[in-house]
């Protein structure tokens, strides 16, 4: 809100209010272009020790808290940029003040006109002026006109500077360089014939390279192992496991790792890096098979129903994609069917029974069954993956008990410090610090994992998993539809392909199940058959 609209009064030019020999309060306002700049006090000092010189030469008062400095691109309008709102905010706050706004240079203000007209139009509503040691702003039509022009200019170069560095920075793409900041694992070592390239950074590399290879080979079978496998190592520190999923799966995506460049943004396509990657190209490979099995047909349907509990499960086999579901009324009466919705499909719009496809589904869960010769191995590799949870508890919760042990004896010594501190300026120190320590320790048992419940016997785990795979049609019965879904994608990779001539390709079919199978009848040397000793009497 203006000071006119608030207070009823008229503005008054600064020539005005000099006159009457008002107090004048200035802004002083100071932009750089990056976080970079800023750090390293390249411009802003300069910028304030010129404006505020100016400020009172010209017999206006400068205030410490009404000196705003961004850092931010000249591009975007006065919305993006914090200071600039804020010092709207501050103008709004004061409205019996009278305020100058003071800027080392029009570029400063914005550089681009739109935004540089928007903001100057927010000020003049309030009834503030802008004024520099470098440019005389007048409001007349010559002026404005003059204004306009600078601001032009301001933009031209900044598109211009834009354009320069973008090609510069794809000519090193095409080079295979990567011209932007490093990427976590890697560090940028300067070159004496490419300038800046990136290099590996150890131990976090070799981690990486672990988590990587790992999921592209089964080790780790989803994302979430991975994740858990990098926070152990350190590799990430500040959050859970699950918070990192997105990030691995980018993280898995980008063939620097494997040592490629490419920046499809620029068109710029996949070329032999002058960095070394940490993986192979056919780990890499192997990878986006992995996360498009991950992520084929994998999240859960909010609005499947009872009527249509298939739909979400299966796809067309002619295209792959997904099979819808719906009504349709003939002659008074409606019939339930399934049809694809892909207008280049040859099946197309071309209607299926409901029973067919679902009768066939059933019969396909009802034959699925985990043969008797490879249950010792569900067993063996159920004990192996049992016993290694059981030991990372175990750590973890050893771990977790010495750290709160020392956050236990720091919030004690610092609460003695305060009852004992006679300065305050030192209490209130040391409460900062006991603040802040006993919120550490909250968090940390928040993310505790003593809260894990292990109390399930594991004999009665075993069994459960076992009996699930011998008949899982026995326990599908006993879900509702959510659960169901949930255990379609534990028990299968992928929707399943449906031909609306032949019915479902079970023999395309990938599943849990089968893969237990396959394992049992190659030959491996990874599992032994032999007697394990049950995890559960670690805990007799």
């Avoid at 400068?62 to 914090?82: L, N, W």
Wanted: with cysteine.
């Amino acid at each position: 809100m203006s000071k006119k609209s608030k207070n009823k009064i008229i503005f008054q030019t600064l020539e005005q209010l000099k006159k009457t020999g008002a107090k004048i309060y200035a802004l002083i306002y100071c932009r750089v272009s990056s976080d970079r700049q800023a750090r390293d006090g390249n411009g802003l000092e300069s910028q304030e020790q010129r404006c505020t010189s100016f400020a009172e030469h010209n017999g206006y008062i400068v205030e410490k808290e009404a000196i705003f400095k961004d850092a931010s691109s000249g591009g975007g309008e006065y919305t993006s940029r914090p200071k600039q709102v804020e010092l709207l905010n501050y103008i709004d706050k004061h409205p019996h003040k009278n305020f100058v706004v003071v800027i080392d240079d029009i570029s400063r203000l914005a550089r681009d006109v739109q935004a540089h007209f928007k903001f100057r139009f927010q000020l003049t509503q309030r009834g503030v002026e802008v004024v520099s040691p470098n440019f005389n702003f007048e409001d007349s039509p010559e002026g404005e006109l003059v204004e306009g022009m600078m601001a032009m200019v301001s933009q031209y170069h900044r598109k211009g500077n834009t354009r320069q560095v973008v090609q510069k920075q794809k000519a090193r793409l095409m080079q295979g360089l990567w011209p932007f900041p490093r990427i976590k694992a890697y560090k940028m070592i300067p070159n004496p014939e490419y300038g800046k390239i990136l290099t590996a950074q150890y131990p976090e590399a070799q981690y990486l390279k672990e988590a990587l290879e790992g999921f592209a080979m089964g080790i780790f079978l989803r994302k979430i192992d991975a994740c858990k496998f990098l926070v152990e190592k350190g590799y990430w520190k500040t959050q859970r496991p699950e918070k990192y999923i997105d990030k691995f799966k980018d993280i898995a995506k980008n063939v620097i790792n494997a040592g490629f460049i490419e920046y499809p943004e620029w068109e710029v396509p996949r070329i032999k890096g002058k960095h070394e990657g940490i993986i192979s190209l056919e780990t890499f490979e192997l990878l986006q098979k992995r996360l498009k099995k991950e992520d084929s047909g994998q999240r859960m349907r909010t609005d499947v129903t009872k009527d249509f509990w298939a739909r979400g499960l299966v796809c067309c086999d002619d295209c792959g994609e997904h099979i819808t579901a719906g009504w349709s009324t003939s002659r008074g009466k409606r019939f339930p069917y399934y049809k694809c919705q892909n207008h280049g499909c040859i099946s197309y719009g071309k209607s299926i029974p409901r029973s067919k496809i679902e009768s066939a589904l059933e019969n396909i869960l009802k034959r699925s069954g985990l043969k008797d010769e490879v249950t010792p191995l569900v067993k063996t590799m159920f004990n192996r993956v049992w016993n290694d949870e059981v030991s990372k508890y175990e750590q973890a919760e050893l771990s977790f008990s010495q750290q709160k042990k020392k956050l236990e004896e720091k919030i004690k010594d610092l609460s003695n410090l305060v009852v004992s501190s006679k300065s305050d300026l030192l209490k209130k120190t040391y409460e900062t610090q006991l603040e802040k320590t006993a919120k550490e320790m909250e968090e940390m048992e928040s993310n505790s994992s003593a809260k894990l419940d292990l109390s399930i016997p594991y004999g009665n785990a075993l069994n459960k998993a076992v009996g699930l795979l011998k008949s899982p049609y026995s326990t599908w019965i006993k879900f509702d539809i959510h659960e169901q879904h949930r255990l379609f994608y534990f028990i299968f990779e992928e929707k399943l392909p449906y031909n609306r001539i032949s019915g479902y390709r079970t023999d395309k079919i990938p599943s849990a199940i089968r893969l237990f199978e396959e394992f049992a009848i190659s030959d491996t040397q990874d599992v032994e058959m032999g007697e394990i000793e049950s995890p559960c009497r670690r805990f007799s």
